[in-house]
């Protein structure tokens, strides 16, 4: 028995079809695998209760720009790296200075800029002195003597007669904290990583057809 290869067209032009059918494909399966883990990784900052906006820092670019290639790579990143990666790690944290870690409480309100206050701002800001308060059992305090608005805040009083005065705990003294571990976002890159072979065959279209 005789068996015979017949190449039908040129085997040159074949080629440089299959390579550009490669290139669409690698390209376009790194497209969806960065935009997949974007997805998944805003999924999981939502879903542990971190809000739509710390999400929406997470970001995804493709490369090369404009052009399809076989060494096409995707880069997914957060322009919040060290928020992110705080709740996907779980670190341990203290105080820069060796001694106390100030947490407000809601007396405290936020500051100017809607984040969390200092005691130092706080002062600023209300014009009270804050007085410390060392307890054995349980975290030290911060307080302070003024009235608490309707929103519960502590304010300045200026009654007289100091009707409504009350003493606040303002911020609580701890040494340190342990953030929980809320993300997990290596879990979902490694997914994303293993998808890409079968998003290659998946998008490997004949160019002759």
Do not use: C
Not at 88 to 105: E, N
Not at 117 to 144: D, I, K, M, N, Q
Not at 178 to 193: H, M, W
């Amino acid at each position: 028995m005789k068996l015979g290869i017949n190449i039908v067209g040129d085997i040159a032009s074949l080629l440089e079809a299959e390579a550009k059918a490669g290139e669409k494909a690698v390209s376009t399966a790194m497209r969806l695998a960065g935009t997949g883990l974007k997805d998944a990784w805003r999924a999981q900052i939502t879903g542990a209760g971190l809000g739509p906006r710390l999400a929406r820092t997470i970001r995804s670019e493709q490369f090369p720009k404009g052009r399809p290639s076989l060494n096409a790579a995707a880069l997914v990143w957060s322009k919040a790296p060290i928020i992110v990666s705080a709740h996907d790690t779980g670190p341990l944290i203290r105080s820069k200075t060796g001694f106390w870690l100030a947490i407000p409480t809601p007396a405290a309100g936020t500051s100017r800029r809607g984040g969390r206050t200092t005691p130092g701002e706080w002062e600023r800001r209300t014009g009270l002195r804050l007085r410390f308060v060392y307890r054995r059992a349980g975290p030290s305090l911060l307080v302070a003597e003024g009235r608490l608005n309707t929103k519960g805040r502590a304010v300045a009083s200026r009654s007289k007669t100091g009707r409504g005065v009350v003493t606040a705990p303002i911020f609580l003294l701890v040494p340190q904290v342990k953030l929980p571990k809320r993300l997990d976002l290596a879990r979902d890159a490694e997914r994303a990583r293993d998808a890409v072979p079968g998003l290659i065959v998946t998008n490997w279209v004949d160019t002759r057809l």
